[in-house]
């Protein structure tokens, strides 16, 4: 039973899909997982549900990988192995990490980036190509993947409802048999330990029709996207051209040239840069007419902008500049590399302006994030100057990528909102000025270091819009610090 699915073409290759329907342990694997995100995710919150659900359908797709079909899988397949299949735990975990950032941070923010960004570890983990064409591409598998998922999902269960153990019938039989036991036996012991009688009321679902549709579209979306994965994981397509890191070839003159004005504008920049940097204040105050917090300022976001559009041009010429013969090389990286330590002369001063600014007038949500932007693309051209030594790097975007998210990782750990507060504390005690409206818009990760400040009213301005109780899905370490230093109701003199 070969392929019962169409066959599509990607750059060039096909993509037959799984050999065989997807296995009864696979199917209920990935129900399994669905079950426990429609009853443990918070959706509008972060909360220690989403790590339980991140573990869940990490579990359900090592269980879809372990357990294949029984049908052949098509020769064209089988000749076409997973590339970077090594390292795909790893990306794995990275996903659960970031996932689990819910269940120890309040910022919204905070874990709303490191979804966006679990998703990219989750496709990485997923996908067998390993330029950033390749990984943009398996984006786009992924909804494919989900809609030809259905057909190999139904046909599974077809296999499935033909088979003994998984009739129907017996599906269901088990299920009222399995909850009519917890229920008896939970009520005994409910009834027997008032502490397991609060954790047994506390796991009893809620009824109510709001939230059976709750656990309908969030189970629904799960699995679809976990039969996704499971698909792609059972069958990647082949990444063809798209790991090609060299396109079509220009002369030299048509790419050195340009590059090469660019390297000396950079250099004429960087040279005023070096003036000002040992000029110092005095300096920046008599030439410019401006204080040294608004001249770091009025240049920051342009120096950002920089370094990207030099990331973009560096990738271009690395992609179409020939390097057939030694001179080729020689060129190449002399220019790319003057152009890469130039551009890093000039994240360092971002940096620095960035941090005179922050200094001045604080720091905040954005400029912290921003600064760790600018100090990862400083890595990343490390990076690019280092793969210039052998001109080749298949490695660099894969590496550029998993730097990008144990950086992040990394601020979840500092815990940034608090960060940002234990610097307003400061501020304040060497200024005696605070922006107590910026601060009240922090999240509950932020209590701890504002306690200090003796403003109750700020403080309950912070978790005003805390839920009582979050459920056992929605526990949250930093919402629940938060309640133990906040006095319980708003104090009176915040009417």
């Not at 972060?46 to 790590?51: A, E, M, S, T």
């Amino acid at each position: 039973m070969h392929g019962p699915w169409p066959s599509d073409a990607i750059d060039g290759g096909h993509w037959p899909g799984p050999g065989a329907p997807a296995s009864g342990p696979t199917i209920l694997a990935l129900a399994a997982a669905s079950l426990v995100a429609a009853l443990a995710v918070p959706v509008d919150r972060p909360g220690i549900g989403w790590l339980i659900t991140a573990i869940a359908g990490t579990a359900a797709l090592i269980v879809a990988r372990v357990v294949p079909g029984r049908q052949a899988v098509p020769p064209l397949v089988r000749r076409t192995p997973a590339r970077g299949s090594r390292d795909r735990f790893a990306w794995a975990a990275a996903t659960v990490v970031l996932l689990g950032v819910g269940a120890f941070r309040a910022a919204d923010w905070l874990f709303v980036l490191c979804l966006l960004v679990g998703t990219v570890t989750a496709v990485i983990a997923t996908s067998t190509g390993r330029s950033l064409r390749a990984l943009a591409v398996a984006y786009v598998c992924v909804p494919i993947a989900a809609a030809r998922s259905l057909p190999w999902i139904s046909h599974g269960l077809s296999r499935l409802r033909s088979s003994r153990t998984g009739s129907p019938v017996r599906i269901l039989g088990t299920t009222l048999v399995s909850i009519a036991l917890l229920g008896v036996f939970g009520a005994l012991f409910a009834s027997a330990d008032a502490a397991f009688a609060r954790v047994f009321e506390a796991a009893i679902p809620d009824l109510r029709g709001d939230v059976l549709a709750r656990w309908i579209f969030v189970g629904g979306i799960t699995f679809g996207v976990l039969a996704a994965a499971a698909f792609l994981r059972a069958a990647p397509p082949t990444a063809g051209r798209l790991d090609r890191t060299e396109g079509r070839k220009v002369g030299w003159m048509e790419w050195a040239v340009p590059l090469g004005l660019l390297v000396l504008l950079f250099g004429a920049f960087v040279a005023i840069q070096l003036t000002v940097l040992f000029g110092g204040v005095r300096y920046v105050v008599e030439t410019e007419g401006l204080t040294y917090a608004e001249y770091a300022r009025s240049g920051f976001w342009q120096l950002c902008a920089v370094t990207v559009l030099t990331l973009v041009v560096l990738a271009g010429a690395a992609r179409w500049a020939p390097r057939r013969t030694p001179a080729d090389r020689v060129l190449l990286r002399t220019v790319l590399g003057s152009l890469a330590a130039l551009t890093l002369v000039i994240v360092a001063s971002a940096l620095h302006r960035m941090n005179v600014y922050t200094d001045t007038y604080g720091l905040t949500r954005l400029r912290l994030l921003v600064a760790c932007c600018e100090a990862w693309f400083g890595l990343v051209l490390v990076m690019v100057l280092v793969a210039g030594i052998r001109i080749r790097a298949a490695w660099l975007p894969r590496v550029a990528i998993a730097t990008g998210v144990l950086a992040l990782i990394g601020l979840a750990a500092a815990n940034p909102d608090r960060m940002i507060a234990e610097s307003a504390v400061d501020r304040y005690e060497r200024t005696q000025i605070i922006d107590l409206s910026y601060l009240s818009q922090l999240s509950p990760d932020a209590v701890p270091a504002l306690a200090e400040l003796g403003r109750p009213c700020l403080l309950w301005k912070i978790v005003e819009d805390m839920s009582e109780d979050d459920g056992w899905g929605g526990w949250n370490l930093g919402r629940e610090r938060a309640r133990e230093l906040v006095p319980a109701g708003r104090p009176g003199d915040c009417y």
